[in-house]
């Protein structure tokens, strides 16, 4: 790819960097597409993410992404940055509040679901009024989590054999 030109350009090669782990290289990306373009919350939450992944600027980055999760807050990609930069800076309880957010919004958010395992956070309880370890609880749970199961394959689309 030739010399990036636009905030687009920069914002791709912010993204692929960030996921390749090369942080410094990210972070001048991203910050270059905010500048050229910082009415784009996508621009902003990234911007935003990598600057409290790599500067630890905690306020800076979370008024960024706050901003585009106002901004876009049917994009559960914004709440999910913003649970990343809390995560990162030691804030583990907002952290799954804005990843819980986000699965609100996209409840079969693959990302958002592989970071609540890697956090190790269960479901809560079917009945909240009881103990975890109650076995009713235990048992509706079960049943629940069968049911969820069920219910999503059937909405998985088959192969039909001629």
């Known amino acids: 790819m030739e010399s990036p030109h636009s905030a687009d350009d920069h914002y791709r090669l912010g993204r692929s960097a960030l996921d390749a782990g090369e942080m410094q290289q990210a972070v001048v990306h991203l910050q270059t597409a905010y500048r050229l373009d910082a009415a784009t919350p996508l621009y902003r939450s990234y911007y935003g993410l990598a600057l409290g992944l790599v500067e630890r600027r905690l306020e800076r980055a979370i008024t960024l ?27 583990k309880a907002e952290a799954i509040r804005y990843l819980r ?40 749970g079960r049943l629940l989590a069968r049911v969820q199961l069920r219910s999503e394959t059937e909405t998985t689309p088959t192969a039909v054999s001629a």
Do not use: K
């Open 65 to 91: 992404c706050r901003s585009a999760a106002t901004e876009e807050f049917f994009n559960p990609v914004h709440f999910h940055n913003l649970a990343r930069v809390h995560l990162a800076c030691g804030f």
């Open 101 to 140: 957010r986000g699965l609100m919004i996209d409840p079969g958010n693959a990302e958002i679901a592989a970071e609540m395992r890697r956090m190790g956070i269960r479901r809560r309880p079917a009945l909240g009024f009881l103990r975890r370890r109650n076995p009713f609880n235990r048992l509706l």
